[in-house]
């Protein structure tokens, strides 16, 4: 077996990091399944700064990738990096410098202008907020309120299309589908076009499921991934599904990022 230890990416970057964490995590993929131990270094405003990471780089080794928009950090970077031989990657400089050319403008060099507080960034809050209040069926009334309501048995990434939607500013709830339960009455009495219906393939469902009770250190037999329980509980979603007639997607082998991209498109051609 390979022990190798992963390679280190360190992600340097003046305001939060998230840019740069992920598009090194996408250029990861095509690796796979290679293992990339990735340190976020955020809020890097000095040299100090710089000098850590640096020297933390220098003895344990590893790849410097930075958005760093202040030239005197950019270039003190650049040229320690180029001493030390220490690989690194400027993610924003090139696209900033061709920007500029392009648009016969100078760039402002303001970090942190990605997550600006404003009033987008509050109506981001409140859809989380709403999310979090809103959550498994923990509270009916957010029906009416939603801008996205989300239906299905347990473990089809209700709650994390939830959370990725409300990062698109996307108010939304969600209702687990039980044989036991009859849904709320009010799923009946919303615009079908705002429900969402998700689907997936009972043995891929059955997987999910005996790996969650793997991960709570409960039996894998249990009646919750049982596959003849689990076609019950698909067979009672779709007909309340089909009752609604509202849309639906199948889950079965899709990233929460590919399904929420599907209903974003589906939302903006109902608006």
Known sequence: M???SPTRVYVVSDSVGETGESVVRAAAMQFYPA?????????????EGIDKVLNTARVQGGIIVFTLVIPEL?????QKSNEYGIPYIDLLG????????????EPR????????LDEDYFKKVEAVEFAVKYDDGRDFSGIQKADIILL?????SKTPLSMYLAHKRFKVANVPLVPEMQPPAAIYSVP??????LRIDPDKLNVIRQERLRTLG???NATYANVERIKIELAFADKIMSKIGCVIFDVSNRAVEETASLIMDHIERIQ
Not at 109 to 115: E, F, L, S, V
Not at 152 to 156: E, M
Request: proline share 7%; net charge neutral.
């Open 74 to 78: 950019r270039d003190d970077l650049i």
């Open 109 to 116: 060099r303001q970090p942190g202008m990605i997550h600006p």
């Open 218 to 220: 409960l039996a894998e």
């Open 152 to 156: 299905g048995v347990s473990r089809t």
């Open 35 to 47: 293992h990339l131990e990735i340190v976020r270094v955020p809020f890097i405003h000095d040299r």
């Open 192 to 197: 079908k076009e705002k429900i969402i219906g």
């Open 94 to 105: 090139p696209i900033v410098s061709t920007l500029g050319q392009a648009l016969q403008q």
């Open 2 to 4: 390979d022990h190798q």
